[in-house]
Nanobody, 124 residues
Framework: QVQLVESGGGLVQAGGSLRLSCAAS????????LGWFRQVPGKEREFVAA????????KYADSVKGRFIISRDNDKKTVYLQMNSLKPEDTAVYYC?????????????????WGQGTQVTVSS
């Protein structure tokens, strides 16, 4: 069983930055592909970013490409999402996800484990 706990959300002005963290309680963290998703009320959860177990490959949604950076620290069993140049449309609950896979995963139904989410609000 994998438990994921996100932190780092909050309120920020447009153009500002936030760094989300997601700590995992699993022995073999380095074997897991990791991702970040976000969701606003009334809409489906959407893909934001993903990273492979080795951190060799990353993938981003077009809406965040060039502004967000996903990274991982396997020693700390933590995945990060650095969010820069934030826009009001980035406002959402952000979730981290994990699945035992050698490739990056971009679909909600590809992940078995989810955190509880952290709220990010960007004011204009």
């Amino acid at each position: 069983q994998v438990q994921l706990v996100e932190s780092g959300g909050g309120l920020v002005q447009a153009g500002g930055s936030l760094r989300l963290s997601c700590a995992a309680s699993v022995r073999t963290f380095s074997s897991y592909a990791l991702g970040w998703f976000r969701q606003v009320p009334g809409k489906e959860r959407e893909f934001v970013a993903a990273i492979t177990w080795s951190a060799y490959s990353t993938k981003y949604a077009d809406s965040v490409k060039g502004r967000f950076i996903i990274s991982r620290d396997n020693d700390k069993k933590t995945v990060y999402l650095q969010m820069n140049s934030l826009k009001p449309e980035d406002t959402a609950v952000y979730y981290c996800a994990a699945d035992r896979s050698v490739r990056f995963l971009t679909a909600v139904n590809e992940y078995d484990y989810w955190g509880q989410g952290t709220q990010v609000t960007v004011s204009s």
